[in-house]
């Protein structure tokens, strides 16, 4: 199983990041999945997620209206647009995996995870 985050980057506030994970190892379609992130001396955060089919999504309130997760099954892929940056966004951007039809906003409800890409954001 691999889930590898890619895009992250160094961009300045109200700037726009996509970022993307590619997935293989596991039947995609039929998981749901999330992004998280992780600023220093904090705790890993829900940002965004989205069912197996994409049909439905939520979003953090903190990023309600800036960010939009979007998936492609056929290419086993996950996508975090991230728009109007702030630099409290700052943080790495994990991807992750629910055995489940619907995303869930706690960590341990994910049994797949990627190893992470640095978003920061400078004022």
């Known amino acids: 199983v691999q889930l590898v985050e890619s895009g992250g980057g160094l961009v300045q506030a109200g700037g726009s990041l996509r970022l993307s994970c590619a997935a293989s190892?596991?039947?995609?379609?039929?998981?749901?999945m999330g992004w998280f992130r992780q600023a220093p001396g904090k705790e890993r955060e829900f940002v965004a997620g989205?069912?197996?089919?994409?049909?439905?999504?939520v979003a953090a309130d903190p990023v309600k209206g800036r960010f939009t997760i979007s998936r492609d099954n056929a290419k086993n892929m996950v996508y975090l647009q991230m728009n109007s940056l702030k630099p409290e966004d700052t943080a790495v951007y994990y991807c992750?995996?629910?055995?489940?039809?619907?995303?869930?906003?706690?960590?341990?409800?994910?049994?797949?995870w990627g190893q992470g890409t640095q978003v920061t954001v400078s004022s």
């Open positions: 989205i069912t197996w089919n994409g049909a439905r999504t």
């Open positions: 992750a995996a629910r055995p489940a039809v619907i995303p869930s906003m706690t960590v341990s409800e994910y049994g797949y």
């Open positions: 190892g596991f039947p995609f379609s039929n998981y749901a």
